[in-house]
């Protein structure tokens, strides 16, 4: 058991700030930065949707590339003008939106032990979308095209992989193939299939992976996008004439930022940042970090009968169920993947034979973190409480990734930090509140829809409601129940709720 | 925060997020070359001499070998092939010098150049040189003035059967 780590970095100070202020304004549910990976997933079917309207218009070849595209835009406006702004303005949202994430990921530190995985499928993704981007570009064939096609290939020509400079053939009209443009198509069809094959590997280990941002938010992106469309439409800017060297382009800087770049920085230059980018990013995960996993979750064959509450629980499909090898009638067993367990001890809180209200003293669970035991914690809670004064003494469970509950501690108030706040099994409440041990519990952790753990925060309030096994016993007063959600930053918020609690407590109020 | 001022919220944030998005899809625009500047760009690829000429085989030589390999007359004692070296002057000052390796393992390949020269534009007298032998004179050489016009790519190209360099889309003010 431990308390969460009072020093925190400036950017975590600032993400979470913001996110506060976006909470206000969407509420959690709806709050953009909770919601990017699916966001990613709704920007990538725009484009895709997007562009297969576009597809059936588009021409290959030289001449008929740009003017199949200035058809659909000019001609066409009412429908394919807006079809392409919008393939344009969702793939720069999905760029934006895929930065954001991942850089949101590494301030919270999302990326370390057992999370390796998606962080570094990841990896591929930022290549592969800006290649499917740069790709896109080149079909237009306009001046940026050109520009952009150029430098690009100029760049590629720096690998000593090419004995002719591919270059060569973007010298005139002439060197230039009709079957570039079939080719590009190719790319820009398969190359997307292989993104939207890397999301499913990226996103593989998690359990419940939310791969569509809710009704409310991407309604409001995609109206966003449509007003963009109508107000600044995607335009092309004017055809591609190897002849002449347009000088000065618009250019994307999601997408296109690489060929300015080549302008100032030699292609070797280049190519260094991008490996060394790439490098960086995929070793991230085992550089050495303060970050030390506690113990995985261990399985007690004696004392697990296979109810699956683990396996259902877990947000990181670490657990799984296999037929049963010690001979006990049950069907099956829970396992534990050790490389895909983060320890945050959901399962444990999952499983049934966690109450406390077993008699042995030294009670062993079907699932349990070796670090943490269950026994363990009631042995803890039950020392606590005893030392508890005061006319209302009230019990706090909380999570190590959110706000410090250790602040709470007081004469009347004792507290718990867990891995997660769904390692707390239902049951520890009502032993909590069983016999007047103490007047009210009060549950804590991450903030709403942001659960460190993904669905810790999701679980326990669906248990507490008496939704999910294993539930809260009806037995048990909901009044004398308060559950508030503060990530670090929400401290004195937090605060101000328990002494609320406790006051509601202490008038007989019990809401 | 009441509703509605969740709305305005909601829409700044939207109207921000795709405000940036709008913005930075087009702009800045980005200037990589001047109003007054030009670009030449030399591109080509020539296979250089062999760096040890290749001899007929004496009859002697064709006696020893089977029927079949008879009809081979020349031997080459390596299939190296010499560097080739290309100049080009404008103004009578040096714009550029390249030594060009034959690709290939075996350095038998052909010597191969694509490079993108940003000059002023106006009236320009340039001489294109080209050595593909070991020797230390230039065999091809091209003098031209030519106009260069703001914007436009001139392309130098190279083709020994045609006698050498080919200046290709200029304005020539003398040959």
Same mark, same amino acid.
């Given at each position: 058991?431990?308390?969460?780590?009072?020093?925190?970095?400036l950017?975590?100070?600032t993400?979470?700030?913001?996110?506060?202020?976006?909470?206000?304004?969407?509420?959690?549910?709806?709050? /953009?930065?909770?919601?990017?990976?699916?966001?990613?997933?709704?920007?990538?079917? #725009?484009? &895709?949707?997007?562009?297969?309207? +576009?597809?059936?218009?588009?021409?290959?070849?030289?001449?008929?590339?740009?003017?199949?595209?200035?058809?659909?835009?000019?001609?066409?406006?009412?429908?394919? =003008?807006?079809?392409?702004?919008?393939?344009?303005?969702?793939?720069?949202?999905? #760029?934006?939106?895929?930065?954001?994430?991942?850089?949101?990921?590494f301030?919270?530190?999302?990326?370390?032990?057992?999370?390796?995985?998606?962080?570094? &499928?990841?990896?591929?993704?930022?290549?592969?979308?800006?290649?499917?981007g +740069?790709?896109?570009?080149?079909?237009?064939?306009?001046?940026?095209?050109?520009?952009?096609?150029?430098?690009?290939?100029?760049?590629?020509d720096?690998?000593?992989?090419?004995?002719?400079?591919?270059?060569?053939?973007?010298?005139?009209?002439?060197?230039?193939?009709?079957?570039?443009?079939t080719?590009?198509?190719f790319?820009?069809?398969?190359?997307?299939?292989? +993104?939207?094959?890397?999301?499913?590997v990226?996103?593989?280990?998690?359990?419940? /992976?939310?791969?569509? /941002?809710?009704?409310?938010?991407?309604?409001?992106?995609?109206?966003?996008?449509?007003?963009?469309?109508?107000?600044?439409?995607?335009?092309?800017?004017?055809?591609?004439?190897l002849?002449?060297?347009?000088?000065?382009?618009?250019?994307?800087?999601?997408?296109?930022?690489?060929?300015?770049?080549?302008?100032?920085w030699?292609?070797?230059?280049?190519?260094?940042?991008?490996?060394?980018?790439?490098?960086?990013?995929?070793v991230?995960?085992?550089?050495?970090?303060?970050?030390?996993?506690?113990?995985?979750?261990?399985?007690?064959?004696?004392?697990?009968?296979g109810?699956?509450?683990? #396996?259902?629980?877990?947000?990181?499909?670490?657990?799984?169920?296999?037929?049963?090898?010690?001979?006990?009638?049950?069907a099956?067993?829970?396992?534990? &993947?050790?490389?895909?367990?983060?320890?945050?001890?959901? *399962?444990?809180?999952?499983?049934?034979?966690? &109450?406390?209200?077993?008699?042995?003293?030294?009670?062993?669970?079907?699932?349990?973190?070796?670090?943490?035991?269950?026994?363990?914690?009631?042995?803890?809670?039950?020392a606590?409480?005893?030392?508890?004064?005061?006319?209302?003494?009230?019990?706090?469970?909380? *999570?190590?990734?959110?706000?410090? +509950?250790?602040?709470?501690?007081?004469?009347g108030?004792?507290?718990m930090?867990?891995?997660c706040?769904a390692?707390?099994?239902?049951?520890?409440?009502?032993?909590?509140?069983?016999?007047?041990?103490?007047?009210?519990?009060?549950?804590?952790g991450?903030?709403?829809?942001? *659960?460190?753990?993904?669905? =810790? =925060?999701?679980?326990?309030?669906?248990?507490?409601?008496?939704?999910?096994? /294993?539930?809260l016993?009806?037995?048990?007063?909901?009044?004398?129940?308060?559950?508030?959600?503060?990530?670090?930053?929400?401290f004195? =918020?937090l605060?101000?709720e328990?002494?609320?609690?406790?006051?509601?407590?202490?008038?007989?109020?019990?809401t | 925060?009441?509703?509605?001022?969740?709305?305005?919220?909601?829409?700044?944030?939207y109207?921000?997020?795709?405000?940036?998005?709008?913005?930075?899809?087009?702009?800045?625009?980005?200037?990589?070359?001047?109003?007054?500047?030009?670009?030449?760009?030399?591109?080509?690829g020539?296979?250089?001499?062999?760096?040890?000429?290749?001899?007929?085989?004496?009859?002697?030589?064709?006696?020893?070998?089977?029927?079949?390999?008879?009809?081979?007359?020349?031997?080459?004692?390596?299939?190296?092939?010499?560097?080739?070296?290309?100049?080009?002057?404008?103004?009578?000052?040096?714009?550029?010098?390249?030594?060009?390796?034959?690709?290939?393992?075996?350095?038998?390949?052909?010597?191969?150049?694509?490079?993108?020269?940003?000059?002023?534009?106006?009236?320009?007298?340039?001489?294109?040189?080209?050595?593909?032998?070991?020797?230390?004179?230039?065999?091809?050489?091209?003098?031209?003035?030519?106009?260069?016009?703001?914007?436009?790519?001139?392309?130098?190209?190279?083709?020994?059967?045609?006698g050498?360099?080919?200046?290709?889309?200029?304005?020539?003010?003398?040959?």
């Amino acid at each position: 058991m431990t308390t969460s780590s009072s020093t925190e970095s400036l950017a975590r100070r600032t993400l979470l700030r913001f996110e506060g202020a976006l909470n206000k304004i969407f509420g959690n549910d709806l709050n /953009p930065f909770y919601h990017l990976g699916a966001l990613g997933f709704f920007f990538f079917w #725009v484009v &895709t949707v997007s562009g297969l309207y +576009i597809y059936v218009f588009y021409d290959t070849g030289v001449e008929d590339a740009f003017a199949s595209v200035e058809y659909l835009t000019h001609e066409q406006r009412y429908l394919g =003008g807006i079809m392409r702004s919008l393939h344009r303005y969702a793939s720069d949202a999905l #760029v934006v939106v895929m930065l954001l994430h991942l850089l949101r990921e590494f301030i919270l530190g999302r990326y370390r032990g057992a999370r390796w995985f998606a962080w570094f &499928t990841g990896v591929p993704l930022i290549w592969l979308l800006l290649a499917a981007g +740069i790709n896109g570009y080149w079909m237009v064939w306009d001046k940026l095209a050109q520009y952009s096609a150029v430098t690009i290939i100029e760049w590629f020509d720096w690998l000593p992989i090419f004995s002719v400079p591919m270059a060569g053939y973007f010298i005139s009209a002439e060197t230039l193939d009709n079957r570039f443009f079939t080719l590009m198509s190719f790319f820009h069809v398969t190359v997307p299939l292989f +993104i939207l094959f890397l999301f499913w590997v990226h996103i593989m280990r998690i359990s419940y /992976p939310v791969v569509n /941002p809710k009704r409310g938010l991407a309604l409001g992106m995609l109206l966003a996008m449509l007003v963009l469309s109508l107000v600044s439409p995607a335009l092309s800017q004017g055809p591609a004439d190897l002849g002449i060297e347009p000088g000065s382009v618009g250019v994307d800087w999601f997408y296109l930022f690489v060929s300015p770049l080549l302008d100032k920085w030699s292609a070797g230059q280049v190519w260094a940042l991008v490996g060394g980018i790439t490098l960086l990013l995929g070793v991230l995960p085992w550089l050495p970090h303060r970050f030390r996993q506690i113990p995985i979750a261990e399985v007690s064959l004696k004392n697990c009968n296979g109810c699956r509450r683990c #396996v259902a629980d877990c947000p990181y499909e670490a657990v799984v169920m296999r037929p049963r090898s010690d001979g006990l009638h049950f069907a099956e067993e829970a396992v534990v &993947t050790p490389d895909r367990c983060v320890s945050c001890g959901i *399962c444990a809180g999952a499983c049934p034979s966690s &109450t406390p209200f077993r008699s042995e003293a030294d009670y062993v669970s079907g699932i349990e973190m070796p670090s943490l035991p269950m026994h363990g914690l009631r042995a803890a809670m039950t020392a606590d409480l005893a030392k508890l004064q005061g006319d209302v003494r009230v019990m706090v469970f909380g *999570c190590d990734n959110a706000a410090d +509950i250790g602040k709470l501690r007081s004469a009347g108030v004792a507290v718990m930090s867990l891995p997660c706040t769904a390692m707390l099994p239902p049951s520890f409440i009502e032993y909590a509140l069983h016999e007047r041990q103490v007047d009210g519990v009060f549950i804590t952790g991450c903030r709403e829809s942001d *659960c460190y753990h993904r669905m =810790g =925060g999701v679980w326990t309030a669906q248990r507490l409601a008496r939704e999910r096994e /294993p539930r809260l016993r009806g037995r048990v007063e909901l009044g004398r129940i308060r559950q508030y959600w503060a990530s670090s930053a929400d401290f004195s =918020g937090l605060a101000s709720e328990l002494e609320s609690f406790r006051a509601s407590l202490r008038n007989g109020r019990l809401t | 925060m009441i509703k509605p001022l969740q709305y305005m919220g909601q829409g700044l944030f939207y109207a921000l997020f795709f405000g940036v998005i709008g913005y930075f899809s087009t702009w800045p625009t980005y200037t990589y070359l001047q109003p007054d500047e030009t670009l030449i760009k030399l591109s080509f690829g020539h296979a250089g001499q062999l760096k040890e000429a290749c001899r007929e085989r004496t009859p002697e030589e064709l006696a020893k070998l089977p029927m079949y390999q008879r009809k081979v007359t020349t031997i080459c004692p390596s299939r190296e092939r010499a560097d080739v070296v290309v100049e080009l002057e404008m103004d009578g000052k040096q714009l550029y010098h390249v030594v060009l390796p034959p690709t290939g393992f075996a350095h038998s390949g052909t010597s191969n150049i694509y490079r993108r020269i940003p000059v002023k534009a106006g009236v320009h007298t340039l001489k294109a040189r080209l050595k593909d032998h070991i020797g230390e004179e230039f065999n091809f050489m091209h003098e031209e003035t030519v106009h260069l016009v703001p914007g436009r790519i001139m392309v130098i190209d190279f083709k020994s059967a045609t006698g050498g360099f080919i200046f290709k889309n200029k304005n020539t003010t003398q040959g």
